[in-house]
């Protein structure tokens, strides 16, 4: 990673929900950067030989920025950063980060702010909920969740919030009402989600059909990149040819080779990645490119797109 990455001990491990672990951090030197509420950092993971890096949302208070907290859910059919923070990081291990980004702030603009999250994407919320309540703004937490897999911190909000929290276990079927929850909101309101795509596309659509103003919702996906097929990218400016496994993303194939592009999510949203394609079909995976720059072919999102055709040539 970068000059700016952070060597961190893990100070703590415990298992939240059945296919969550969380994990404590704490600076091996000096003070952590202080951070605001949806922040994330890239954790990088020398998984199988090669190095995976996957960004977690932040999980603490902002205001205490001693040690940092995240959680990972097990992904079995993932590339392998799930499995190796599951079953090989130990308690008093070091793992290098990033200093925290933030691409899912609040909009403290708001009148009132609605919560949804699904699953482990209850993770940005848990810094955003203290700064909420010390601000004494207006807002609901909606979090549904199956308790056979996941549900961290249900009993913790319950405590934390009453009445504000509304908890959807789909394992005893219970499940949320969102077109309805959504018409019964007051002008002004802001919404914001972290889950399966599944559920941002829901949300998303609904938002569509009736009338929400698209810059009053907000979404972070929390997904890695998934695997594909193995393919070869040739880079103009560099001058270098760069192998990407079915395990790897183009953007970790081009760390590996020490070409260095800018990059923040790692998972398709920010658009910081961006580079051009001069030859080759892209596969598109990411959510920033519209669909008429995806048919355009222009540009790829190496952070999580991939060739459809086994080459691609670059201007990188
Ligand atoms: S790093 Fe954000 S879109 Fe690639």
Known sequence: MSQTAITVKVSNIRKVAPTIREFTLTPVDGDFFPFSPGSHVVVEMPA???KIRNAYSLLSDPRYPQSYRIAVR???ESRGGSIYMHEKVQLGDELIITPPSNLFAPDWRAKKHLFFAGGVGITPFMSYIPEMLRQN???ELY???RSTQTGAYVNELKEMLSNRLHAYDSAVSNRADIAKIMAECPQGTHIYICGPESLIETILKIGEKTGWPKSHIHYEAFAAPKPGKPFVAELKKSGKTVYVSEDQSLLEALEANDVEIPNLCR???CGQCMSTVIDGEVEHRDNFLSAEEKASNCCIMPCVSRSKTG?????I
């Not at 080459?311 to 201007?315: G, K, Q, V």
Request: hydrophobic share 35%; charged share 25%.
């Open 48 to 50: 199988e030989g090669k």
């Open 74 to 76: 097990l992904q079995p």
């Open 137 to 139: 703004a207006d807002f």
């Open 143 to 145: 979090y549904m969740y």
């Open 267 to 269: 998972g398709g949203v």
């Open 311 to 315: 080459r691609l040539n670059l201007d």
